[in-house]
């Protein structure tokens, strides 16, 4: 069976990484028969989670991941005209390569409450000794990469600024359709519900969080696709192995 390789689950949300939420998100949206495995990214091949176990195969990083599940198992994006897959594609950069960075920089860095929260949901896996060494190693290597993405750079307005312009232009996208494509569920959906649900579903406070969950349709998106498709996860946030319906 394929083994999905991510974060322990907490915050009673599938995955307090966006991409593992992602990849997971799409495995359940195409009705992948799948289980999971929690791990650090320290033990992941090109040192970042998500990746997969399929067979004899092993595969990082969750765009390349669901390339292999829409051509072994099933394409969610294959009704999509060439124009679509092109918004799809330029909105799913937007989450992943720019939001991402703000919500990276909300937990890592802007409050010491928000990063003791991270910490814990993070680091509380390890041995004592070990955790706070790792938290220290990780803290300091994110904070590096929030630097050089350029995001790091700016003041605390102006990065929630660039996020909440990303939130004002999905729920625009959005609108009030039940997927971001359509009637339907995409490729697109499992990106956005792995952001969304980790902007403003996370108890990580910031105005970038309050101003996602000002948004109506954003909000009832995340609730709606939790509950369709996350129906197992306790509220401890564990859930059991995962089959299709
Ligand atoms: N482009 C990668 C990004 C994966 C990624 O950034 N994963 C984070 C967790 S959200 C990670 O493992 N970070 C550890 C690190 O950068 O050291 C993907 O799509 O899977």
Redesign the pocket.
Known sequence: MLILYQ?ERTWGIPNL????CKTETYLRMADIKYTVRPTL?LF?PK????YIEDGDFKL????FIIRHLKTKYHDLDQELSPTELAHSLAMQRLL?EHLFWATMYSRWQYTDANWQVNKKAIFSVLPPIVRDFAAIF?RR??QR?ILGHGTGRHSPEEIFELGMQDIDALSAYLGDKSYFMGDKPTGLDASAFGFLINTLGCPIESPLKEHALSKANLRNYVNRIKLEYYADLQPSGKAAEYTPK
């Open positions: 974060l990484s966006h991409f593992c990214p992941a040192g970042k989670l998500p990082a990083d969750s765009r992943e990780y290597r994110i990469q």
